[in-house]
């Protein structure tokens, strides 16, 4: 910064210089055009997946309109296969493979199932939770929603010499096993960290269509929907909760300012709410609807402190950081009844 | 529409084409390429390109009314309005929250607590480079540095999507000429193009999202659980990252410019060589530097009011440049303290007796633009202070892997190794056939991609100012 004269800094004339290969505009439509066609006989299929990935709306609609011929271009040569062989070790992904939702097998019970003890909250029947169970490490996990609180709650755990491993898949939903499956995400994550504990806040892109149990696919929402989305969570739910010392942390989705986003939610909450009951001895369920929308009345802010503060960010889904403050307080109060921990450090 | 994405990869060479087959006419083209640009733009959300048309139309009329107008007060003016009303608008978006919230934090701290109107206001991207492209349109205006341009001229200018979410900051002076005629279709920079898309691609995706999501965000998320020398490696890693992050965007929206048969000014120069602060800001974001140079630090009179007003005028306008980068008091006293420093600086020159070895003066100021970044870096100042604490406890280093520590000393070494080498490679790579080049850009794009997790590539960081 400051000299105080007006020399030419920008450089404006820098490509002006003798060795700076000049060419006709078309060389440069040419090239760009080789490039794309070298990426779509190599990674055409991307195309299409990036259009499954986008909202609904035109600009999805052009994308996925190119990206039939570009899938039907990469799968027609072996190209596409060679790229991903020698760019395999590239991959910043954890790997994946065990777990899928569409190897589970979801059993058609003709018998009455049996009431188990696992199924009840020692909470929920008047007994006195231990909250002596040791926690080493906690897992935070979910969609988008899951941060900020993910690191909130690890700055609060991490001084009590708890490690908090934040993984947030941004993006994904359980309803969208194209873009990831959750059933293998959560086999990979018991495989890699062995978490005591796991949080999990996911809901922000649910919704999508889903493979049904005796094939097709189900759309949002209703009873089908929702029983193939409870046998997701109730897989993911079953991962994460190895041996009876095991606890999980799910918190529900508070309304959001969009109509049709809050259907959505409503469903998910139930469907967790249906998938948790065989284990309720171990699942914990958060109740973010009455802290952030209490009645299901969407509000950008609240009184924390005496202060009205803002909650939500400015797309009417996510929490803000303080909003984020208030839904670990509500995790780490649960969390104190089962573990060896103190809610209220900051 | 973010640049490394499938989106703006079918968006990008359809564009290109039609806009050099209707470049020699130029009516049509300038209203292709505005529509091009406001698709590109409205991508991310549609209703902020009323915003973008807003202020075109705002600040057109305010050029043309400058144009007119016989006396200088009056232009003077007119200037006033017009600015007034673009950083009200930027105000309106960008630091509404923030003084609703600290003023009401004073309020309650004197006994006069009552409710404001808090509003969480979606904050559009980009919207800090074009209002500070606007301004400068109606400055240069009123300084005789540009002419008054069309209405469809100043949307172009205002809206072409290479540097429209992200900068460089284009002046209007710079710009508009470019329009004035076709561009000529014979003399493109194609090498130089495409080696700076490929640059910046490697930059952004290969290694400033890599060091972000292996060793500084977790880092800075919670500063708490981590040992003196990951933090150290986290404090360069981030000045590592932010610069691959954002002159990584610059590359490619330079090369994306070139290959339309447009130029934009340099907006990085080896900022991490620098040997003092004032170098630094003349070598990082050089293009915000010119601004607020030209737009705010010379006319409150520079350095030509004596030694006292210089200062404050340093002060001045580094904090105010803080707070460009963001609404929060993070950002603000980190431009305070560049402020500072650059004072310090001033006041120092030829005080000291012999100047230090170059080596010792960048050591000094290579890790105190660290330490400043750092503030910048946090959430918040209890994160900071955190942060700084957690500094002196020692433990283990747990983050060392041999790719992130590698991709930081690249990263830092590259800036420090002699020019010429380097320079001699770039315009040998630059004089390649395009078609070697496109391959190379392919290449790039499938290696880089390769890295990319499953939720995508994170937005550029300097989306959010």
């Given at each position: 910064?400051?000299?105080?004269?007006?020399?030419?800094?920008?450089?404006?004339?820098?490509?002006?210089?003798?060795?700076?290969?000049?060419?006709?505009?078309?060389?440069?439509?040419?090239a760009?055009?080789?490039?794309?066609?070298?990426?779509?006989?190599?990674?055409?299929?991307?195309?299409?997946?990036?259009?499954?990935?986008?909202?609904?709306?035109?600009?999805?609609?052009?994308i996925?309109?190119?990206?039939?011929?570009?899938k039907?271009?990469a799968d027609?040569?072996?190209?596409?296969?060679?790229?991903?062989?020698?760019?395999?070790?590239?991959?910043?992904?954890?790997?994946?493979?065990?777990?899928?939702?569409?190897?589970?097998a979801?059993?058609?019970?003709?018998?009455?199932?049996?009431?188990?003890?696992?199924?009840?909250d020692?909470?929920?029947?008047?007994?006195?939770?231990?909250?002596?169970?040791?926690?080493?490490?906690?897992?935070?996990?979910?969609?988008?929603?899951?941060?900020p609180?993910?690191?909130?709650?690890?700055?609060?755990?991490?001084?009590?010499?708890?490690?908090?491993?934040?993984?947030?898949?941004?993006?994904?939903?359980?309803?969208d096993?194209?873009?990831?499956?959750w059933?293998?995400?959560?086999?990979?994550?018991?495989?890699?960290?062995?978490?005591?504990?796991?949080?999990?806040?996911?809901?922000?892109?649910?919704?999508?269509?889903?493979?049904?149990?005796?094939?097709?696919?189900?759309?949002?929402?209703?009873?089908?929907?929702?029983?193939?989305?409870?046998n997701?969570?109730?897989?993911?739910?079953?991962?994460?909760?190895?041996?009876?010392?095991?606890?999980?942390?799910?918190?529900?989705?508070?309304?959001?300012?969009?109509?049709?986003?809050?259907?959505?939610?409503?469903?998910?909450?139930?469907?967790?709410r249906?998938?948790?009951?065989?284990?309720?001895?171990?699942?914990?369920?958060?109740?973010l609807?009455?802290?952030?929308t209490?009645?299901?009345?969407?509000?950008?802010?609240m009184?924390?402190?005496?202060?009205?503060?803002?909650?939500?960010?400015?797309?009417?889904?996510?929490?803000?950081?303080?909003?984020?403050?208030?839904?670990?307080?509500?995790?780490?109060?649960?969390?104190?009844?089962?573990?060896?921990?103190d809610?209220?450090?900051? | 529409m973010l640049?490394?994405t499938?989106?703006?990869?079918?968006?990008?060479?359809?564009?290109?084409?039609?806009?050099?087959?209707?470049?020699?006419?130029?009516?049509?083209?300038?209203?292709?390429?505005?529509a091009?640009?406001?698709v590109?733009?409205?991508?991310?959300?549609p209703?902020?390109?009323?915003?973008?048309?807003?202020?075109?139309?705002?600040?057109?009329?305010?050029?043309?009314?400058?144009?007119?107008?016989?006396?200088?007060?009056?232009?003077?003016?007119?200037?006033?309005?017009?600015?007034?009303?673009?950083?009200?608008?930027l105000?309106?978006?960008?630091?509404?929250?923030?003084?609703?919230?600290?003023?009401?934090?004073?309020?309650?701290?004197?006994?006069?607590?009552?409710?404001?109107?808090?509003?969480?206001?979606?904050?559009?991207?980009?919207?800090s480079?074009?209002?500070?492209?606007?301004?400068?349109?109606?400055?240069?205006?009123?300084?005789?540095?540009?002419?008054?341009?069309?209405?469809?001229?100043?949307?172009?200018?205002?809206?072409?999507?290479?540097?429209?979410?992200?900068?460089?900051?284009?002046?209007?002076?710079?710009?508009?000429?470019?329009?004035?005629?076709?561009?000529d279709?014979?003399?493109?920079?194609?090498?130089?193009?495409?080696?700076?898309?490929?640059?910046?691609?490697?930059?952004?995706?290969?290694?400033?999202?890599?060091?972000?999501?292996?060793?500084?965000?977790?880092?800075?998320?919670?500063?708490?659980?981590?040992?003196?020398?990951?933090?150290?490696?986290?404090?360069?890693?981030?000045?590592a990252?932010?610069?691959?992050?954002?002159?990584?965007y610059?590359?490619?929206?330079?090369?994306?410019?070139?290959?339309m048969?447009?130029?934009?000014?340099q907006?990085?120069?080896?900022?991490?060589?620098?040997?003092?602060?004032?170098?630094?800001?003349?070598?990082?974001?050089?293009?915000?530097?010119?601004?607020?140079?030209?737009?705010?630090?010379?006319?409150?009179?520079?350095?030509?009011?004596?030694t006292?007003?210089?200062?404050?005028?340093?002060?001045?306008?580094?904090?105010?440049?803080?707070?460009?980068?963001?609404?929060?008091?993070?950002?603000?006293?980190?431009?305070?303290?560049?402020?500072?420093?650059?004072s310090?600086?001033?006041?120092?020159?030829?005080r000291?007796?012999?100047?230090?070895?170059?080596?010792?003066?960048?050591?000094?100021?290579?890790?105190?633009?660290?330490?400043?970044?750092?503030?910048?870096r946090?959430?918040?100042?209890?994160?900071?202070g955190?942060?700084?604490?957690?500094?002196?406890?020692?433990?283990?280093?747990?983050?060392?892997?041999?790719?992130?520590?590698?991709?930081?000393?690249?990263?830092?070494?590259?800036?420090?190794?002699?020019?010429?080498?380097?320079?001699?490679?770039?315009?040998?790579?630059?004089?390649?056939?395009?078609?070697?080049?496109?391959?190379?850009?392919?290449?790039?794009?499938?290696?880089v991609?390769?890295?990319?997790?499953?939720?995508?590539?994170?937005?550029?960081?300097?989306?959010?100012?």
């Amino acid at each position: 910064m400051p000299p105080s004269t007006h020399a030419d800094d920008s450089e404006m004339s820098r490509f002006d210089r003798p060795e700076v290969r000049k060419l006709s505009a078309w060389w440069a439509v040419a090239a760009i055009s080789i490039t794309a066609a070298l990426l779509v006989v190599f990674s055409g299929g991307s195309v299409k997946k990036q259009a499954e990935e986008l909202r609904p709306g035109i600009g999805r609609d052009i994308i996925a309109a190119v990206g039939e011929p570009t899938k039907w271009i990469a799968d027609a040569t072996p190209l596409a296969r060679v790229q991903a062989d020698i760019t395999d070790g590239l991959s910043s992904e954890t790997e994946l493979d065990e777990g899928a939702f569409a190897d589970a097998a979801v059993g058609s019970a003709d018998e009455i199932p049996p009431v188990t003890p696992s199924s009840f909250d020692p909470a929920a029947i008047g007994l006195n939770p231990s909250g002596d169970l040791k926690l080493d490490k906690l897992l935070v996990t979910g969609d988008s929603m899951s941060t900020p609180m993910d690191a909130v709650l690890a700055r609060r755990l991490s001084p009590q010499g708890v490690e908090v491993v934040r993984d947030p898949k941004l993006g994904s939903a359980i309803s969208d096993d194209e873009f990831l499956d959750w059933g293998q995400v959560s086999s990979a994550q018991v495989r890699d960290e062995d978490p005591d504990a796991v949080v999990m806040l996911i809901g922000a892109g649910e919704g999508l269509p889903m493979e049904a149990p005796g094939g097709g696919e189900v759309e949002c929402c209703n009873p089908e929907y929702a029983a193939v989305y409870a046998n997701r969570v109730r897989q993911i739910m079953q991962t994460y909760l190895g041996d009876p010392d095991k606890r999980l942390y799910w918190l529900s989705v508070p309304r959001s300012r969009n109509d049709r986003q809050w259907e959505i939610s409503q469903l998910v909450n139930e469907s967790v709410r249906v998938a948790a009951v065989p284990w309720l001895s171990q699942i914990r369920l958060i109740d973010l609807v009455s802290i952030f929308t209490p009645g299901g009345v969407y509000r950008d802010s609240m009184e924390i402190d005496g202060r009205d503060t803002i909650v939500r960010d400015s797309d009417g889904l996510h929490l803000t950081e303080a909003g984020a403050e208030l839904a670990a307080d509500a995790v780490l109060e649960r969390m104190a009844q089962d573990f060896a921990i103190d809610a209220e450090s900051e | 529409m973010l640049f490394p994405t499938v989106e703006f990869a079918v968006f990008f060479p359809i564009v290109l084409f039609i806009s050099w087959a209707l470049m020699s006419r130029q009516a049509l083209w300038k209203v292709f390429i505005i529509a091009a640009s406001y698709v590109f733009y409205g991508a991310a959300d549609p209703k902020f390109c009323f915003l973008l048309a807003g202020i075109t139309i705002g600040n057109q009329i305010a050029a043309q009314a400058i144009a007119r107008a016989e006396d200088a007060k009056r232009r003077q003016w007119i200037v006033r309005v017009a600015v007034t009303l673009d950083l009200l608008t930027l105000g309106l978006f960008k630091y509404y929250g923030f003084f609703t919230e600290e003023v009401g934090n004073v309020l309650d701290s004197i006994g006069l607590g009552m409710p404001l109107p808090l509003l969480e206001v979606a904050l559009p991207i980009g919207i800090s480079f074009y209002t500070f492209q606007a301004i400068t349109y109606v400055v240069d205006v009123k300084r005789g540095d540009a002419e008054p341009a069309s209405l469809v001229d100043a949307a172009v200018y205002l809206s072409f999507f290479p540097h429209l979410v992200a900068g460089p900051i284009v002046r209007a002076s710079e710009f508009l000429p470019q329009l004035k005629a076709p561009r000529d279709p014979n003399r493109v920079a194609v090498g130089a193009g495409i080696s700076l898309i490929a640059l910046g691609l490697i930059k952004k995706v290969a290694i400033a999202d890599s060091l972000a999501r292996e060793l500084v965000d977790p880092v800075f998320a919670v500063p708490q659980a981590y040992g003196t020398p990951d933090l150290v490696l986290a404090a360069y890693g981030w000045v590592a990252q932010v610069y691959c992050d954002f002159s990584g965007y610059t590359d490619i929206a330079i090369g994306l410019a070139l290959l339309m048969g447009f130029v934009f000014p340099q907006n990085f120069n080896n900022p991490l060589r620098s040997q003092s602060f004032r170098e630094f800001w003349r070598r990082w974001h050089m293009t915000l530097s010119r601004f607020v140079r030209d737009y705010i630090y010379i006319p409150l009179g520079g350095s030509r009011r004596g030694t006292v007003r210089n200062y404050f005028n340093l002060l001045f306008t580094m904090t105010l440049m803080g707070l460009w980068h963001g609404a929060a008091w993070t950002t603000t006293l980190w431009g305070t303290y560049n402020g500072v420093m650059m004072s310090i600086e001033h006041w120092s020159r030829g005080r000291l007796g012999r100047p230090f070895p170059a080596w010792v003066r960048w050591f000094v100021a290579i890790n105190l633009i660290t330490a400043g970044l750092v503030l910048f870096r946090s959430t918040d100042l209890s994160q900071f202070g955190v942060f700084v604490e957690q500094l002196f406890t020692g433990g283990e280093a747990t983050l060392w892997a041999w790719p992130i520590v590698l991709a930081v000393v690249v990263v830092y070494g590259f800036q420090l190794l002699p020019h010429r080498p380097l320079q001699r490679a770039q315009v040998w790579i630059e004089q390649r056939n395009p078609v070697a080049l496109a391959f190379g850009l392919a290449a790039v794009i499938l290696f880089v991609g390769a890295t990319v997790p499953s939720q995508g590539v994170p937005p550029f960081i300097y989306f959010q100012f």
